[in-house]
T-cell receptor
Framework: ETGVTQTPRHLVMGMTNKKSLKCEQH?????MYWYKQSAKKPLELMFV???????ENNSVPSRFSPECPNSSHLFLHLHTLQPEDSALYLC????????????FGPGTRLTVT | AQSVTQPDIHITVSEGASLELRCNYS??????LFWYVQSPGQGLQLLLK??????LVQGIKGFEAEFKRSQSSFNLRKPSVHWSDAAEYFC????????????FGSGTRLLVRP
């Protein structure tokens, strides 16, 4: 595997379900990010992790719970979601030194029914 | 506050024609600037980046961008568009407050006429 991978690619869940999104980066980076991309809205940064420590939470509702067990893995735990949470969830990683360019995974298309 | 403006929501060009996508940014210091491309249902792919030095930067897929400090712009160009270039393009500026992050523009959707 190379780059940034995300699983699952597609997820349909009811509002009472609990599910998790997984992201793994194979680039040796030390920062990871979760973004939400909804139709007709700008890309929204949700969480930032530097060296496994959360450094930013952009007022994300508590029904989204991130976890970063190490610098290569990032999870987004989902529970009691709302239909408006349906979106493409993108994970990215970067190196904190140098240019900070971010590399993105293919995303998880989430539909909440 | 840092911000990025992409004034064109949609652009349509004919295959083989030249392309310029506009990007203006607001940032107090010397910016790190990026262009990304996103095909439908996919993640964002880095096209090119500007950190310092030569203000004309070359990227992948034949794209280039020019940093103009006086105009706070970082426009993306391609001399001859291919049908496979149809996608959404995002400009971003690197910014730091509580952590380092990218501030993205709202994107420009490129349509290519045969």
């Amino acid at each position: 595997e190379t780059g940034v991978t995300q699983t699952p690619r597609h997820l349909v869940m009811g509002m009472t379900n609990k599910k998790s999104l997984k992201c793994e980066q194979h680039l040796g980076h030390n920062a990871m990010y979760w973004y939400k991309q909804s139709a007709k809205k700008p890309l929204e940064l949700m969480f930032v992790y530097n060296f496994k420590e959360q450094t930013e939470n952009n007022s994300v509702p508590s029904r989204f719970s991130p976890e970063c067990p190490n610098s290569s893995h990032l999870f987004l735990h989902l529970h009691t979601l709302q239909p408006e949470d349906s979106a493409l969830y993108l994970c990215a990683s970067s190196q904190l030194t140098g240019g900070h360019e971010q590399y993105f995974g293919p995303g998880t298309r989430l539909t909440v029914t | 506050a840092q911000s990025v403006t992409q004034p064109d929501i949609h652009i349509t060009v004919s295959e083989g024609a030249s392309l310029e996508l506009r990007c203006n940014y607001s940032y107090g210091a010397t910016p790190y600037l990026f262009w990304y491309v996103q095909s439908p249902g996919q993640g964002l792919q880095l096209l090119l980046k500007y950190f310092s030095g030569d203000t004309l930067v070359q990227g992948i897929k034949g794209f280039e961008a020019e940093f103009k400090r006086s105009q706070s712009s970082f426009n993306l160009r391609k001399p001859s568009v291919h049908w496979s270039d149809a996608a959404e393009y995002f400009c971003a500026v690197g910014a730091y407050d509580s952590s380092y992050k990218l501030i993205f523009g709202s994107g420009t959707r490129l349509l290519v006429r045969p």
